[in-house]
């Protein structure tokens, strides 16, 4: 299939499941797609077993589909700035450092704690999975890609839950910026892989990482400060053109970053709290005076659901060729792995409010709401699709935990989320 017909497929499944979660599911939107994409793919595993070449068919063309670069190169600069325009920046800014410990400490202590305990548990006789070759790093790469928890499908749940504005941008926040770290740390990780653990330097790796990071802040933040003063140059007049400079600044800042290997997330997101709707460009006396118009705010909207319900779909779509070769063992690891997951990440989100809270007020139980609120999503999935060929048959291992932890999180997380707050 060519790309125009692949687009036109995914948008009519887009537009006829969200018509569907609407008037039938109502449920939240990321939930409800994420349902009715495995109930396509279950249809067409089982449509498999009458017609077989339909499911080959259909397999092939999944996997011939470079889901991973369309994430991370195309869909994932434009989630992330739809996302991070729209946060509250005022309350973000008064509570930063709270935010940047709790996404650091979160994201690095989920990554060692799951990457550890995954790699004990194939080391087990019982399970029989000592022999897929599987070594530390590659364990650790599995905690790197699962750790960050997933913005675009943790916002649009969370904004329907009437919480304080403290606490929701807390939760927006960290998960914009954990999304950030933890592309750093799986890149940083899978840099070491290729390199070999034993040509690789502490200075080598902290060199690595600090570039990245600061790289990426630093190239967010010229960019949007520039774009800032271009909107404000405009003056609201030309919605149309704030509309082109954002999609083009976004695309550069992208492009900017992969040349010179700094983080695009973090890039992305600083730029968009620079152009955030929620800025007070001229110090107005009575409300809050937008950076651009309320016209390019609602273009980002619109995008911002348009590429998340097709994100997943997709999501749903991958599943087919993983569950075609199903394994008892994967089944059961997978299940103490999703345990390890969210007590990892509640540990890796107490901790800093424990610390936190000695001199900052927290809401009551705000670290079980944020460990709950860690949904994973198509980041864990693309970032798991784009580990190297050399991991060998651990990379299907490493693909079915991240799938069983994604929708785990999405579907039953997500479902009880709103109960928990309340």
Known sequence: MSILEITTVLLLLASIFSIINLRLLKLPQTIGLMILAICLSVIVLLSGLIFPDFLSTVTSLTKSFDFSVLLIDVMLPFLLFAGAISVNVHDLLKDKLTILFLASFGVVFSTFAVGTGVHWLIQQPMFGLNDL???YVDCLLFGALIAPTDPIAVLSIVKKMNLSSLTETRIAGESLFNDGIGVVIFLTLLKVKSLGVENVTPEFV????????FGGVLLGSIAGFLGLKVVKYIENEHVELEVLITLSLVLFVSVIAYKFHFSGPLAVVMMGLFLNRNIDTDKVEHGVQQAMGEYVYKFWHLLDETLNAILFILIGLEIIPIFQNFNLSFLVVSVITIILVVVSRGIGVTIPISILSLKKKF??????IITWGGLRGGLSIALALNLPDQIGDGKELILFLTYMVV????????????????
Do not use: D, M, P, R
């Open 133 to 135: 070759g599987l070594t």
């Open 206 to 213: 902290t060199t690595l990482f600090a570039t990245e990071v």
């Open 363 to 368: 809401e009551k139980n705000t670290s079980l």
């Open 407 to 422: 929708l785990f999180t999405i579907l039953f997380q997500g479902l009880t989320l709103e109960k928990i707050a309340k």
